[in-house]
């Protein structure tokens, strides 16, 4: 495994964590709903392909299993931080699913992968 892989995984993992709970009065998003969702998607795609490496390393046959929990469970517990850790920001189901789809379109093209399909 390289640590560089590792540290971007880390890196981008703490740049979520600041965006998602950093307070946004002066951020409004009104009528670009599907645009914040497409960077949820995108956000978590990119989060995905990045800790791919890391989890083969540490997990092996069921890396990518447990790649796809780690994944969903960062997203919903960014949300729940958005609700309860942050005056300004609120927690979405939307959010959450367009966060799934993202790690979900990553999870299908790693299996593809992995079959040689």
């Known amino acids: 495994m390289s640590k560089i892989n590792l540290i971007f995984a880390l890196v981008y993992s703490a740049l979520i964590i600041f965006l998602g709970l950093s307070e946004s009065e002066t951020i409004t998003v ?13 956000s ?25 929990i780690f994944a969903l469970i960062f997203s ?19 959010d959450i699913v367009f966060n799934l789809l993202g790690i979900l379109l990553a999870y299908i093209y790693f299996s593809l992968k992995e079959r040689k399909i």
């Open 76 to 94: 919903i517990f960014i949300e729940f931080g958005q609700k309860y850790l942050t005056l300004s920001r609120n927690a979405e189901l939307l």
């Open 44 to 68: 978590f795609l990119l989060f995905t392909f990045l800790w791919k490496n890391s989890f083969n390393y540490f997990f092996e046959k069921k890396a990518l299993f447990y790649l796809f």
């Open 30 to 42: 009104e009528g670009l709903q599907l645009n914040d969702k497409l960077a949820h998607f995108i």
